[in-house]
């Protein structure tokens, strides 16, 4: 009796050890090209090429705790900032195919950087393996309250008025901000006078002073300003409204059609990075993008457009990007010293 007891506690131990087992979720598992083993198998760094706290390491360390979450391994953000993104864009285009290196990809160091100095010690196409555009984000034409325009025409016709003497900030050479005033420069045959900042906080601020005219800002850090009625929006730089801002028109339905000046954020590896890694990635991102709280940072705070296209579809975005932005380098003789 004594044994069939033993016997039948044992067995049930067996079914419920088996049922525990069963209900564990398997590993994700993504082929490495030379071992076949599961990835990752150690954290990931993930380096942002831009300060900690700005638009940039917002995405990095947005999409780093969803990847975190469901691939069980931490994927550290590493903030890596210099050269207009460059520091750390060059850092992973060296670093080991594995996966295990990861940039967060800008618009700057990946399609202007290359077009605007001579020379990048990196090929925005060679030396990186697509992931997924994250986010596509604009910016707005936005002047101190105190500045007597309050439309397009009018502002316009102040700076016709006034040719090289106003003057607008940026976050450096070669930054979105600069390029739209350059290209606002040439499509409405207007001169201005650049003045670069170290970041968006110092032009803002300045702006804010009175120390400049206009600026081309992103959504994010301009909205409160334009709620407090510090600033006056005039138009943005995309071809739809911004949704957290339907209020400012596009530029194009201004009457300067097909002005657009996008950029984006988005998730790149090394050159040589395996496939099944790299669709691992692209799926797990693209998903993310899809959930209610990234939604809600990234698109409905941060003005962003998400987008988690393919990798395929993004080389595409960065070839057409180079060729855009070179022809609006040359176009407005823009240059580095």
Known sequence: MRMA??????????SWACGVLAQKPEPVQAASAS????????????????VAGGAGDIFTRTIAQKLTDALGYSFVVDNRPGANGGIGTDLVAKAAPDGHTLLMGNSGPLAVNPVLYKKVPYDPVKDFAPI??????MYVLVVPAALPVTNLNEFTALLKSKPGQLTYGSTGIGGGNHLSGELFNLMTGTQSIHVPYTGSAAALAALLGGQLN???????????????GRLRGIGVTALRRASSLPEV??????????FELTQWQAVVAPAGTPKPVVDLLYREVARALKMPDVIERLATQGGNELVGNTPQEFAQVIKSDLAKYAKLVKAAN???Q
């Open 5 to 14: 007891i033993h016997a039948a506690v044992a067995l049930m131990a067996a």
């Open 35 to 50: 071992s076949g083993q599961a990835y990752p198998v150690r954290p990931v760094r993930f380096i942002c090429p831009y």
């Open 132 to 137: 997924t555009q994250g986010t596509s984000y």
């Open 214 to 228: 206009y600026m081309f800002d992103t959504v994010i850090t301009s909205v409160p300003h334009l709620r407090a």
């Open 249 to 258: 028109p596009t530029l194009d339905e201004l009457g300067l059609t097909g």
């Open 334 to 336: 823009i240059q580095v």
